[in-house]
């Protein structure tokens, strides 16, 4: 692409919407940040359905003042957006976000996360009386809490990544065909810069209001439309001795296939998988940006676990056996299409056990990817990485030293995003963890990736000096305190309680108090997925549209609580699925997205719905700084994102240190006290896993792994608790001299002398012979002695005190130093420099001497 020709988002119209209800009409009237271009919106509520009139043309704040002033209205909401409508059983009702809080930027671009949302009925019932059922569907659509881990921007697309939203525009239009369409060509042979302001397309995937946007569609202006992803987003900085990093952790849950943990396993037949989520780790320095992209997601076969019966660890089974790799294989071409090749698998999952659990998947998993292997390319097959986590992390296995090095050899195979002034350097391959669930294992293995990731991106902003980050350091306890934070939502919301088995457990730093937290997060996420998944599950198929209540299918078929299964709503179309296709089975790549891999066909072929050519820089369609930057807003501390990026930060420092690089180690004590052996007989530093999971693998290892496991457990023990040292007085409070490399001692008297006499010069020479009283009457007074003295002077460049005796202490006076003449000709000479190039155009040859001299 041209360097000369640059893209920016458009930035939303619409920022502020006021709600006016009467009892015919709503109306919505939208503005800009600043209040300075306004739309108005107006719903008819007695039409029977969803009746909405634009006015085509935008306004100013003395017409809506009379708007306004000329109705008389029943009530009103103040919004930050509208989220759509929905309708269940009665008529249409309006979501709109009433409290929003800034939680993250990238550039100046602002990212908001939704604290409060208002559902407001727009159809009247005109006397008749409710549905019986409305109240309880309206309920069920409220168990999908949209004030937690629901974020959205004005002009920053949420639902791609970094890398596709700084590519340039190949298409413009909705209705354009990649495949058969010419891609725009970028040259701008002028020289001139040319800006373009364009209107994204977003990824549908990860939009979690799009069913409720849908009546919305071709019928009002697009920026009334706000989309909303769902899963988590959290910004955090490094101080790299005052200069400030910004690290954003990004994690999009997918709309396909969505579910709780145990109702919704494995792939459907379109070949989207369960909890499914992409994590990307941004790191901003200014205009340098960087970025990497990590997937998470079940195995993509159709497997299931039976929860009729209450057991904590249901029986995994096999449903339905896909010889050809049929569900895989749509799975793979789609990570191919978004993110290119390769496409590197890493199996967490249990691949030895006594009685078969987890290693049916394993087997699956491997069978399955061996077969679709015989028909790419060896450069563009999948890569394979099996790793059973849960048995090297028994006994004194280094999980973390293990995980490091596969993370190394992803970021050699697949690279990451990095753009600045002269280069730009993009991700080709997407990393794929899975475990059983996806929750305790994948987030510590997502991890491990994105410390040897944050690695190579300070490296390459010239932070570091070698690709290598230690733990304890304060970017990489930073780091953690991000993933931890990132697993636990994740976590809420696909199994129903935080991480049981968390980095530290892996780590083996966990201290013994955690194991009772870890039991009880066990037993949180046993009784929700026993007793509140089930309706979780049916609030997740209403709120995004894949069942849609209406009077006509209430006396047909069944209400979604009493559907025996949701197999068929999640694989709408299986009669077409089921259909024979003409495309061979060998040929699960199409060839068009085969000819653009290694690279991703989304990146090198992006569409736009709209491209503005913009002639002025200061259009306020693309004025980012005046978005960022809200002029007399009152804000509290609390709520901005900056004191909260710096309390974090302050959170995260030490009590006291010997450096101040956020990538050394530091040494974090911990109370011996806490090092107690647990119930088992072992220290929970050592143990890898909870009670629960101890229990579970010791039935599935064999007879010689457990032996060698209890051998070798105590003495890790015994060795970490002796390595732990006592805390002390000294090493609470240690000297200057340990720290610093001097000590703080008092001062000379003739030092001090000295530094009084200059530091009072100022003042003795601008009293004016007027005394300088002290502000207590104890204090010594140095400078009316020296005024009744006959002031202060300097001679032969020492400072002297008129008619005073010397004293031993004043002789040794530092001199001043001496300027000659031709130092204060030379300085004359470059005072007058500015005016001798402008206006003479010359310079003098002294000047430039000394200029050729530091040259």
């Avoid at 309920?139 to 004030?147: A, E, G, S, Y």
């Avoid at 525009?169 to 369409?181: L, Q, S, Y």
């Avoid at 071709?218 to 005052?242: A, N, P, T, Y």
Wanted: glycine share 4%; with cysteine.
């Amino acid at each position: 692409m041209d360097q000369h020709v640059q893209f920016q988002p458009l930035i939303s119209s619409i920022q502020k919407v006021a709600l006016f209800e009467t009892k015919a009409k709503l109306y919505l009237i939208g503005s800009n940040s600043k209040e300075t271009r306004f739309r108005v919106l107006e719903i008819d509520r007695r039409a029977p359905e969803l009746s909405i009139y634009e006015n085509p043309n935008e306004l100013e704040k003395g017409d809506i003042r009379k708007f306004v002033q000329s109705r008389s209205f029943v009530r009103s909401i103040s919004a930050y957006g509208v989220l759509g409508f929905v309708k269940f059983l009665e008529g249409y009702y309006l979501i709109l976000v009433t409290k929003r809080t800034r939680c993250a930027f990238i550039g100046k671009h602002i990212i908001y996360t939704i604290k409060d949302t208002a559902m407001i009925r727009v159809n009247e019932t005109s006397g008749k009386q409710m549905h019986p059922l409305e109240q309880r569907y309206v309920k069920m659509f409220n168990n999908v809490d949209l004030n937690s881990n629901f974020y959205f921007s004005y002009s920053y697309d949420l639902t791609h990544s970094l890398q596709y939203n700084l590519s340039a525009p190949k298409f413009v239009g909705t209705r354009c065909d990649i495949v058969k369409d010419e891609p725009l060509v970028w040259q701008n042979r002028t020289g001139e810069k040319m800006t373009y302001a364009f209107r994204g397309v977003s990824r549908e995937r990860f939009v979690w209001n799009a069913f409720q946007l849908k009546p919305m569609q071709d019928v009002v202006h697009k920026d009334w439309m706000l989309e909303i992803i769902h899963g988590f987003i959290s910004q955090s900085s490094i101080s790299i001795f005052g200069r400030q990093v910004y690290v954003c952790l990004i994690a999009r849950r997918s709309t396909r296939y969505a579910g709780t943990r145990f109702l919704k396993r494995g792939a459907n037949f379109h070949g989207d998988v369960a909890n499914e989520v992409e994590t990307e780790q941004i790191v901003l320095d200014g205009n340098r940006m960087c970025s990497f992209t990590q997937l998470r997601g079940s195995v993509p076969s159709h497997w299931s676990q039976d929860v009729s019966k209450m057991v904590p660890k249901p029986q995994i089974a096999i449903d339905l056996s896909d010889p050809y790799g049929e569900t895989a294989g749509k799975h793979y071409q789609r990570l191919m299409f978004h993110y290119g090749a390769p496409v590197i698998i890493l199996n967490l999952v249990k691949t030895r056990e006594k009685r078969r659990h987890e290693s049916l998947l394993s087997e699956e998993m491997y069978s399955t990817v061996s077969y679709l292997n015989q028909f790419l390319p060896p450069h563009l097959r999948i890569r394979y990485i099996d790793f059973d986590m849960a048995r090297k992390s028994r006994g004194t296995g280094n999980v973390m030293e293990k995980l490091a090095k596969i993370a190394e050899t992803v970021i050699q195979q697949t690279g990451m995003f990095y753009l600045d002034d002269e280069r730009n350097q993009k991700q080709t391959g997407i990393v794929r963890v899975n475990c059983v669930d996806c929750l305790d294992r994948t987030n510590t293995a997502q991890f491990a990736i994105g410390k040897c990731v944050l690695a190579h991106q300070l490296y390459d902003l010239g932070f570091l000096k070698e690709r290598k980050l230690e733990f304890e350091s304060d970017c990489i306890t930073m780091l953690e305190n991000l993933y931890e934070d990132h697993g636990d939502t994740l976590a809420l919301q696909y199994g129903g309680s935080q991480l049981v088995h968390r980095i530290k457990t892996y780590r083996k730093t966990a201290v013994w108090a955690s194991q009772g937290n870890d039991i009880m997060q066990t037993l949180s996420r046993y009784y929700s997925n026993t007793f509140s998944d089930t309706e979780k599950q049916h609030s997740i198929n209403l709120f995004l549209g894949y069942y849609i209540p209406s009077k006509a299918e209430v006396n047909k078929t069944l209400h979604i609580w009493d559907l025996e299964t949701d197999f068929y709503i999640h694989n709408s179309r299986f009669d077409e699925i089921r259909q024979i296709s003409s495309i061979p089975l060998t040929q699960w790549v199409s060839p068009f997205v085969m000819n653009c891999l290694p690279a991703a066909v989304s990146d090198e072929n992006r569409v736009v719905k709209e491209l503005i050519k913009i002639h002025s820089n200061d259009a306020e369609i693309i004025d980012y700084y005046s978005n960022f930057h809200y002029d007399y807003k009152l804000t509290s501390f609390e709520e901005h994102i900056d004191y909260q990026l710096s309390h974090l930060s302050r959170n995260l420092a030490p009590a006291f240190r010997s450096h101040f690089s956020p990538f050394e180690p530091i040494r974090r004590q911990q109370s011996t006290a806490l090092k107690n052996p647990s119930l088992t007989g072992q220290s929970s530093t050592s143990s890898a896993n909870s009670s629960s999971s101890d229990r579970s693998e010791d039935e599935s290892e064999s007879d010689e792994e457990e032996k060698s496991t209890r051998n070798t457990a105590p003495s890790s023990s015994n060795n970490s608790s002796r390595a732990e040292d006592p805390v002390t007085l000294s090493s609470m409070f240690p000297m200057t001299n340990d720290i610093y490399g001097f000590e703080i001692r008092m001062p000379k008297k003739t030092d001090m002398l000295k530094y009084e006499k200059y530091a009072e010069i100022n003042r003795i020479c601008n009293s004016a012979g007027h005394p300088v009283r002290p502000s207590s009457p104890h204090q010594y007074n140095r400078h009316a002695q020296m005024n009744e003295s006959g002031g202060l002077s300097i001679h032969n460049n020492e400072i002297i005190i008129a008619n005073a005796t010397p004293e031993k202490e004043i002789q040794n006076d530092i001199a001043i130093p001496t300027v000659s003449d031709e130092s204060i000709a030379i300085y004359e000479k470059y005072c007058l420099l500015k005016h001798t190039i402008m206006y003479d155009f010359r310079c003098d040859p002294k000047i430039l001497e000394y200029v050729n001299m530091f040259a």
